[in-house]
Nanobody, 120 residues
Framework: QPHFVESGGGSVQSGDSLTLSCVAS????????MGWFRQAPGKEREFVSA????????YYEDSVKGRFTISRDNAKNTVYLQMNVLKPEDTALYFC?????????????WGEGTLVTVSS
């Protein structure tokens, strides 16, 4: 059974940066695209970013383009989300996911989430 350990969330000020990490186990990591979703209070879960298994292609939701960068280290079974110039509207529970299909990205497995709170 796939398992994800997410970390890096926290409470920051508007304009600050955070890097989320997700260590995956229980699945052939290099066979899966990895992605991040988020869910803000009172809102539906939304796609944030995804990266193909070989890091050849990355995808971003429009509101995070130019501010967030997704990357992965296949030797460490880890995917990262570097978040810069954070805004209060980025406040959400961020979920690490794995999926076989990208563009559009379809998440097959989900982590439990790490909370990001951005205050103005």
């Amino acid at each position: 059974q796939p398992h994800f350990v997410e970390s890096g969330g926290g409470s920051v000020q508007s304009g600050d940066s955070l890097t989320l990490s997700c260590v995956a186990s229980g699945l052939p990591f290099t066979s899966y695209a990895m992605g991040w979703f988020r869910q803000a209070p009172g809102k539906e879960r939304e796609f944030v970013s995804a990266i193909t298994h070989s890091s050849g292609n990355t995808y971003y939701e429009d509101s995070v383009k130019g501010r967030f960068t997704i990357s992965r280290d296949n030797a460490k079974n880890t995917v990262y989300l570097q978040m810069n110039v954070l805004k209060p509207e980025d406040t959400a529970l961020y979920f690490c996911t794995a999926g076989l299909y990208v563009n559009p990205y379809v998440a097959d497995y989900w982590g439990e989430g790490t909370l990001v709170t951005v205050s103005s």
